[in-house]
Nanobody
Framework: QVQLVESGGGLVQPGGSLRLSCTAS???????????MGWYRQAPGKQRELVAS???????NYADSVKGRFTISRDNGKNTVYLQMNSLKPEDTAVYYC?????????WGQGTQVTVSS
């Protein structure tokens, strides 16, 4: 069973920064690198939305709302994906979920709360 473990969430003031981390572990059926890893977020009363994703060979996608502020990266040796979040806004407040895809299977982390408030 593949598990995604997230860390790095918390409370930060507007304009501050956080870095989220997510590591995949467990059985991956002989594979050692996820095809795609990324981050989604869900705010109260809203749909879950893609924040950023990154394929093994550095293909990156960002939501328009975070372009220029967030940076996704990954360490394939550690099967870890990061999300550097700068210039945070109150609108970024949400539960952030790590996502990974391996072949036809999708995996989700438990979510980590990010709160941007004064």
């Amino acid at each position: 069973q593949v598990q995604l473990v997230e860390s790095g969430g918390g409370l930060v003031q507007p304009g501050g920064s956080l870095r989220l981390s997510c590591t995949a572990s467990g059985s991956m059926f002989g594979r050692n690198v996820m095809d795609v890893m990324g981050w989604y977020r869900q705010a109260p009363g809203k749909q879950r939305e893609l924040v950023a994703s990154m394929a093994y060979f550095d293909n990156k996608n960002y939501a328009d709302s975070v372009k220029g502020r967030f940076t996704i990266s990954r360490d394939n040796g550690k099967n870890t994906v990061y999300l550097q979040m700068n210039s945070l806004k109150p609108e970024d407040t949400a539960v952030y979920y790590c996502y990974a895809r391996l072949t036809l299977d999708n995996y989700w982390g438990q979510g980590t709360q990010v709160t941007v408030s004064s």
